[in-house]
Structure formats: structure tokens, C-alpha cells
């Protein structure tokens, strides 16, 4: 389990959190979580397999200078942190997807990072006002703040019936 790392969190705990508590312009920040080695070579073999993620001996010799995570595996990172601590675990709806999603900088073996989420916009659906569209903007940091993971996420979530 990851933690609250901001002076603040949400007022609404995450099972008892609806539409209204997405406020537009406030930051949360969420983690630690680091992967090893062994880790992204796993999920490298299974599901990214190019050689920066799957082979060390390559990889130190490649364009990043040793082994990287795949992106893929960034974003599982920052689902497990979204999930855990920011979008609500009562009134998710559903999501249509990630805008913008970058990896401005590979994610490298033992390096922790952590989630900052800003709620960018909020608005009551036009046609199904039982829920709201919230748009956040996400990072994922190292702790040194250079970005591994930045998007833009869509949700829908449920007003407080």
C-alpha cells in the first residue's frame, strides 16, 4: 500500500467519494512505489519485449545506458497509485481514456516515484446529469521531480445520489 505524500488529502475518504469532491485546480500526491530488476525484465519478456527492458547486458550498452521499464509498466505503476488513493472506490463510472499520455524520461530499476494528480476540469454531464466528467492531470515523479509518466485522465464519476 502507498501513502499520502501532500500536506492534503481529499476532505471525502476514497469509499464515501462522489463527483462533487473533485474541486478543479487542487494537487494530491500519492506513493512510493519502485520497481527492480527483476521486475522489468518479467514484465518486459511478457509484454514489452525489446531488449532495453529485457536484456541488462544490452541494455547497458544501449541508448538509455542500462535497463528501462517499459512505459507500459510506468502506467501500471501510476494506475495502482490512481486507484488506491484518488479516483473514488464508490462512484467511478468508468473511464474513456488517457489524453496526451508521455514518457518524457524512462523509469529506471529502484527508483521510487510517486503520483501527482491535479483535478484539471469538472463538469455535470449535459446528458446524463446522475454523473460528472473529471479531467486530471497526472505525473509520475522520481524523486529527484523529473517526470516518468505526465497524461491527461478522463473519468466519469458518479454524483452523490
Known amino acids: 500500500m502507498t501513502q499520502v505524500l501532500g500536506p492534503t488529502d481529499f476532505a471525502a ?19 512510493k512505489l519502485a520497481l527492480t530488476s527483476d521486475e522489468i525484465v518479467e514484465f518486459g519478456r511478457r509484454y514489452d519485449p525489446q531488449r ?4 541488462p547486458d544490452w541494455a ?7 535497463l528501462i521499464a517499459s512505459g507500459w509498466q510506468t502506467a501500471g ?8 488513493h484518488y ?13 496526451e499520455l508521455r514518457w518524457p524520461a524512462p523509469l529506471r530499476p529502484g527508483e521510487d516515484v510517486r503520483l501527482r494528480v491535479t483535478v484539471a476540469e469538472s463538469r455535470v454531464s449535459r446528458s446524463k446529469p446522475d ?9 509520475l515523479l522520481t ?4 517526470a516518468v509518466l505526465t497524461g491527461l485522465a478522463m473519468n466519469m464519476v458518479a454524483v452523490r445520489p
Do not use: K, Q
Open 13 to 31: 475518504p476514497i469509499d464515501d467519494r462522489w463527483f462533487a469532491d473533485y474541486v478543479v485546480g487542487e494537487t494530491y500526491e500519492y506513493g
Open 52 to 55: 532495453l527492458h529485457t536484456d
Open 60 to 66: 547497458a550498452t544501449g541508448p538509455f545506458g542500462g
Open 77 to 84: 505503476l501510476m494506475m495502482r497509485m490512481y486507484c488506491e
Open 87 to 99: 479516483i473514488s472506490a464508490v462512484a467511478s463510472l468508468a473511464s474513456p481514456g488517457v489524453d
Open 131 to 139: 454523473r460528472g466528467i473529471v479531467r486530471t492531470r497526472i505525473e
Open 143 to 146: 524523486d529527484n521531480d523529473r
